[in-house]
């Protein structure tokens, strides 16, 4: 979706007329945490309906009104509501007891959270572990690497002190803190942030 549009999705009117029930059934849904919203808090109407249904038939009720129900096609990627809970994955019942409607409800439910999940990983709210793995590795070495080259930078200044205690523990403190500011800065390079 280009950065210039303003509206990725569909109003909780709009899916109210498009699904054909009362508005209040739609505020149930969202209360619900049911309704799919792209990050501009407009509704996708595919996958809420996706998830509408497996929520309906996991907990036995229909949230509908009574209302005809046809609904028009819609052509958007899902995505997720960031700011609500998912619902807990359908409860898994023993082999003797799937049939092709507990299939579809599996289904249903899985299609809702990959999507839920693509939508993470495009908001960078969602990163790989490699990614996560390889910052760690790259803040553990900068830490170590500034650390280790403690004693070598103020060898020399120390032996030059000739045994003043008081002055080589002012030079090891400055040493460490100008270390340790050093780490906090990369640490926020890497991080993209600034210290404040």
């Known amino acids: 979706?280009?950065?210039?549009?303003?509206?990725?999705?569909?109003?909780?009117?709009?899916?109210?007329?498009?699904?054909?029930?009362?508005?209040?059934?739609?505020?149930?849904?969202?209360?619900q945490g049911w309704l799919v919203l792209w990050p501009d808090r407009s509704v996708d109407p595919d996958a809420t309906m996706i998830r509408v249904k497996a929520c309906r038939q996991g907990s036995g009720g229909d949230h509908?009104?009574?209302?005809?129900?046809?609904?028009?096609?819609?052509?958007?990627?899902?995505?997720?509501?960031?700011?609500?809970?998912?619902?807990?994955?359908?409860?898994?019942?023993?082999?003797?007891?799937?049939?092709?409607?507990?299939?579809?409800?599996r289904r249903a439910y899985w299609d809702a959270e990959q999507s839920r999940m693509t939508a993470l990983q495009t908001s960078g709210e969602l990163t790989s572990v490699a990614k996560v793995e390889a910052t760690a590795f790259k803040a553990a070495r900068l830490c170590r690497d500034r650390i280790q080259a403690v004693p070598a930078r103020i060898a020399p200044r120390i032996a030059s002190l000739g045994g003043d205690i008081v002055a080589v523990e002012t030079l090891l403190a400055s040493a460490l803190r100008e270390a340790l500011t050093a780490i906090a800065d990369e640490f926020a390079a890497i991080a993209g942030t600034r210290r404040s």
């Open 1 to 31: 979706m280009s950065a210039k549009s303003t509206k990725q999705g569909i109003s909780r009117a709009e899916l109210s007329r498009l699904e054909n029930v009362e508005r209040s059934t739609v505020h149930q849904w969202e209360k």
């Open 64 to 105: 509908r009104s009574a209302k005809k129900t046809t609904r028009a096609p819609a052509t958007k990627t899902a995505e997720v509501n960031m700011h609500k809970p998912t619902d807990r994955p359908p409860a898994i019942p023993s082999d003797d007891d799937i049939d092709i409607e507990e299939c579809r409800r």
